[in-house]
């Protein structure tokens, strides 16, 4: 396993996050188990998670996933203190006011009950997981200052936010002499690019550490044409990647020829593109199995010349920071 720092910070994390998305809907609890020691026996230090993560098709259930976490933690044997425990704040956990969104309130009661479900003292990463647009910085910062202070996190980060959200609250921060953001967790692959424009280049202005959520694009990167024609394509792990697959459909099937002239699994390749641009930290990848876990290891064997990267952007063009991507 490679590893490396998150953003400015002096934390060691691994190149690759375990996102835990599928732990409860997806992976039974005994699966999702196995899953994160197999992460940690190969070198995974870095596991993240959402309080409303777990939620069924009805919108019930929600922390589940972290309570899956939880009794793993429960286990023992140093799991809980081998992981760099990232989790989020923001999704609607009820129906009463005050159980969502960001609020000094609302993020006073959601830290304590992932702290309970996640059975555990402390959240090593604390992300917003979307700008709140009506609860003011000074309110936000304020509440992650006290949560510090009592040992409760440790960083913050954000998901979703755009470049100019990324600079107001780093400004703010600033202003209160405190740390700040520490990541972004931005959705980034080959196929979406957007936060090339302004996104990518305020998290190397402020030193932030970036985290691609949906590497593989729902599947599309990896392997899905393949898939489809020896009959192993999973539809129900992919349920929005019809509509995407036939609107890119003559893209993607370059994108696999090419990955077979490099001798590489396009989802390997995929990884492997991510690791190698700027401000990626970790991308966060949500295996179902061991199998899948290792898979996405062998990426970090893959490097890429410039040669191979060129006809990358080639096939799926991206962005320049704006505004010369689009002005002058």
Same mark, same amino acid.
């Given at each position: 396993?490679?590893?490396? +720092? ?32 197999? /992460? ?65 309130? /609302?993020?006073?009661? #959601? ?6 479900? %996640?059975?555990?003292? +402390?959240?090593?990463?604390? =992300?917003? +997981? ?7 910085? !000074?309110?936000?910062? =304020? ?6 202070? =009592? ?35 931005? %959705? ?15 998290? =190397? ?24 024609? !020896? ?9 929005? #990647? ?11 099937? /370059? ?23 700027? #401000? ?11 199998? +899948? ?8 064997? %893959? ?10 952007? !080639? ?8 505004? !010369?991507?689009?002005?002058?």
């Amino acid at each position: 396993m490679e590893y490396t +720092h998150l953003g400015r910070t002096g934390l060691t994390v691994s190149r690759l996050c375990l996102g835990t998305m599928n732990f409860g809907p997806h992976t039974e609890e005994a699966e999702a188990h196995r899953l994160m020691d197999t /992460a940690h026996e190969r070198g995974i230090n870095f596991f993240d998670t959402a309080n409303s993560y777990g939620r069924d098709s009805e919108g019930r259930l929600r922390g589940r996933t972290e309570e899956i976490i939880g009794r793993w933690f429960a286990k023992g044997g140093g799991r809980r203190e081998r992981t760099v425990l990232a989790t989020k704040v923001y999704g609607d956990m009820g129906t009463w006011p005050n159980e969502s969104r960001l609020s000094a309130l /609302a993020v006073r009661k #959601a830290v304590e009950a992932s702290l309970r479900r %996640l059975q555990t003292d +402390h959240i090593d990463l604390y =992300q917003m +997981h979307h700008i709140d647009r009506d609860t003011p910085w !000074e309110e936000i910062w =304020q509440a992650m200052e006290v949560l510090v202070a =009592q040992g409760k996190i440790t960083y913050v980060g954000s998901s979703n936010f755009a470049g100019w959200h990324i600079a107001q609250a780093q400004e703010t921060a600033r202003a209160r002499h405190f740390l700040g953001l520490v990541s972004e967790q931005s %959705l980034y692959n080959l196929l979406d690019r957007t936060i090339e424009l302004e996104v990518v280049p305020a998290l =190397q202005h402020y030193g932030l550490g970036l985290l691609p959520w949906s590497p593989l694009r729902s599947g599309l990167l990896g392997g899905i044409l393949r898939k489809e024609r !020896e009959g192993t394509r999973d539809r129900s792990a992919m349920p929005h #990647a019809s509509e995407l697959l036939a609107r890119h459909r003559d893209r993607i099937q /370059a994108y696999e020829d090419f990955a077979a002239e490099l001798g590489a699994d396009p989802a390997d390749l995929a990884l492997a593109w991510l690791l190698s641009r700027p #401000a990626v930290t970790a991308p966060v990848i949500g295996p179902r199995t061991a199998a +899948h876990l290792d898979a996405a290891i062998g990426a970090l064997d %893959l490097k890429l010349d410039q040669k191979t990267l060129d006809h990358l952007d !080639e096939l799926f063009p991206g962005h320049r920071p704006a505004p !010369e991507d689009y002005a002058w």
